[in-house]
């Protein structure tokens, strides 16, 4: 297998996961006993499902953690709480954000698996197909519940997937 | 001189990635250089040394001994799985170069005449040390991974052993008191020349090999003692067992006590202080935990003094 493709696979995505899971901590704490909180609290678990799958990937291809994994629990923490703040809504919208952004990069690892080659990563392919669906589902759930009303939902978004992109394009590399 | 600096960065792909190639020669050239010692020290007596050369006949007298450093043969890299019989890589024949200068070191050092009586011992032409560096970083760099491969082939047999129920499983400071000794153990024979290696190993061109060289050893000894971390633990060990390899290696080069005893003394007091540095950190952060505990409950008890907690 390619290691340098498969090690920057993992890294990425066990940062990401992690991320997310600080993300729906953050959430929790400020709306932890809202009525959106059941539902916050389910995705999370499955956040949390997901980062437990990365951690087995990671030791079993030896590959080295992002070292911005501290930073990355702190941002994650604040960008959840923060947007928790702007109330149920946002909290949705940054979900929402986080989420596309989520998916379109596993999609793209999806794409970069394949065309190496399908049956040498059949199991990691699965692994990040099952995952991909997971987060669409979130993205989905996050505009059920509006999402979208929130205030200054585009600049939000925007500004959240910008920094989406940063954190990849970092935790890919260092 | 280009192509020798092509060669040369060819080599240098093997130190880039963590796989080390192992010397493997190709039976026809043991086959070769054997009837060539044979053809010398028996005078003329024409012996077939190996029955699994039938295939081939062996004709000394169209044999030529090489003078010549052999070139790239275009056709050996071209071969893949199939390495025919009468092809060796250059990268192979470097490794074996490297290898028989090995047992020059403790007269020459780490230098260039080395490699030059390496390339002589396997009756090539000394010219043959112009595919390296000049200043023997190759052959320090090729002994330095030759150890470290070796260190993982034992650290392996020892997982083997241990998961078919022969060995026990050892404790994590033992396990890494003995990783450690085996690796330093294998400096031994160049330890008088060990410091001039470092200081080669430290020269600016060398620094990324060496240092890949460094962390991917270090990796593999925690590999094997079962380190599953994934957050920045995972960053921490390895700098505390770097630090640890590093001084455990230094205080050996200059120490004279029978059998290195005073390192190993050194090695497992050093072990010992991680090993007790990670209960102190759990120590301190069960501390700080409770600190800030009873600070909240000394907040909380305040505002009910007070009355800030009434509902009215």
Known sequence: INKAVVDRIIRVDHAGEYGANRIYAGQMAVLGRSSVGPIIQQMWNQEKAHLKKFNELMVAYRVRPTVLLPFWNVAGFVLGAGSALLGKKGAMACTVAVEESISNHYNNQIRTLVEEDPEKYKELLQTIKQFRDDELEHHDIGLEHDAEAAPLYSVLKTAIQLGCKAAIFLSERI | ?312
């Open chain 2, 1 to 312: 001189m280009a192509a020798a600096g092509s060669l040369r960065r060819a080599g240098w792909g093997l130190w880039r990635g963590r796989a080390v190639v192992r010397w493997q020669p190709c039976p026809l050239q043991r086959a070769l250089q054997a009837s060539a010692v044979l053809r010398s020290s028996s005078g003329g007596q024409q012996k077939e040394p190996f029955a699994s050369s039938s295939q081939f006949e062996l004709h000394p007298n169209d044999y030529q001994p090489e003078g010549e450093p052999r070139g790239p043969h275009p056709s050996c890299s071209g071969q893949g799985e199939q390495e025919s019989e009468d092809c060796e890589s250059e990268e192979q024949l470097q490794q074996r170069i490297l290898s028989a200068a090995l047992d020059f070191v403790p007269r020459l050092g780490w230098t260039a005449e080395a490699v030059a009586e390496g390339a002589k011992s396997l009756g090539l032409s000394v010219a043959a040390a112009g595919m390296f560096h000049s200043d023997g970083s190759d052959l320090v760099l090729h002994f330095v991974s030759q150890c470290n491969t070796r260190l993982a082939e034992l650290l392996q047999q020892e997982q083997k052993q241990v998961q078919l129920g022969e060995a026990q499983r050892k404790p994590v400071d033992q396990f890494l008191r003995d990783a450690v000794e085996a690796r330093l153990r294998m400096l031994i024979p160049y330890i008088e020349q060990w410091p001039q290696a470092l200081s080669i190993l430290l020269l600016p061109h060398n620094v990324p090999a060496s240092l890949n060289l460094l962390t991917s050893m270090i990796d593999d000894i925690l590999h094997y003692a079962g380190d599953q971390a994934t957050d920045f633990n995972w960053y921490t060990r390895r700098a505390v067992l770097t630090a640890i390899y590093s001084t455990s290696e230094l205080v050996m080069l200059q120490d004279s006590s029978q059998d290195f005893q005073d390192t190993w003394h050194f090695l497992e007091s050093r072990v010992a202080d991680a090993m007790s540095m990670s209960s102190t950190a759990e120590q301190v952060q069960s501390t700080g935990a409770a600190v800030v505990q009873g600070l909240m409950g000394a907040a909380v008890t305040m505002r009910n003094l007070v009355g800030l907690n009434q509902r009215r």
